[in-house]
Every structure is written in C-alpha cells, then in structure tokens.
C-alpha cells in the first residue's frame, strides 16, 4: 500500500487541534495549514448515524462517528488517529468495517501515525 497519500483534514481535527498548551495548538495548527480541509456533509452525518445504530461506536460517542464517516465518504484510504477506545480498537475494528461497508463505501485503514510510520505506508 506504499506511496504518496493526499492529507486532508476535517473540522473536527482543527477543533482539537486548538485545545490545550497555545504553544502546542500553534504547532499543531500551523502543521494542519496547508492540509484540504473537508466538510461536513448530509451523507457523512447519515453514515455516523449508521456507525452509532449498527453498535459499531458507542452512542455517546457521535465525534468518533463522525470521523470514521468523515474519512469513509470522502474516500480516504487510511485514517490516522490515537483514539483507541471507539476508533483503533482492535475490538470494534471490524463492526466499524461492516458498517462502512453495508454504505456502500469503502472503509479506509485505520491505525496510528506510529504504525502507518512502522509499516512504510
């Protein structure tokens, strides 16, 4: 799966990107800058709705749907994240998957920058 990907970013990311130490937000802010953002759209909150309904995430955990449906509809090909109580959980991995799938979409990779770095991806 080796190559070159295409960044992008959602609103989510920006947001908690500018929580916490100023000095940190600054950094993480300033390495998202020139990262396309994209949207929240109709068919990303349906499929978040999806994940939630179908046990894949947790009720109580719409944000963590909605990155997975954020990643899935616009057709990423690896989500990267640290969240490993309802995102990289080895657990729910493969409910999310089903999930994404019975979409219609393709569920992107999901793994760590520690492991997408390790791999070579």
């Known amino acids: 799966m080796g190559?070159?990907?295409q960044?992008?970013?959602?609103?989510?990311?920006?947001r908690e990107a500018r929580r916490g130490d100023s000095v940190a937000a600054e950094r993480r802010l300033a390495?998202?800058?020139?990262?396309?953002?994209?949207?929240?759209?109709?068919?990303?909150?349906?499929?978040a709705r999806r994940l939630?309904?179908?046990?894949?995430?947790?009720?109580?955990s719409p944000e963590d749907a909605l990155h997975i449906a954020l990643a899935s509809v616009h057709g990423a090909d690896v989500l990267l994240?640290?969240?490993?109580?309802?995102?990289?959980n080895p657990f729910t991995g493969h409910a999310i998957?089903?999930?994404v799938a019975r979409a219609g979409l393709n569920p992107p990779?999901?793994?760590?920058?520690?492991?997408m770095l390790e791999e070579g991806l």
């Open 109 to 115: 990779l999901i793994c760590t920058p520690e492991q």
């Open 97 to 99: 998957w089903a999930s």
């Open 31 to 47: 390495v998202l800058k020139d990262v396309r953002s994209v949207l929240v759209s109709e068919e990303a909150g349906a499929l």
């Open 81 to 88: 994240t640290w969240n490993f109580k309802h995102i990289a």
């Open 3 to 5: 190559g070159a990907y």
């Open 52 to 60: 939630i309904v179908d046990g894949a995430v947790p009720v109580g």
């Open 7 to 14: 960044l992008l970013v959602s609103p989510l990311v920006t």
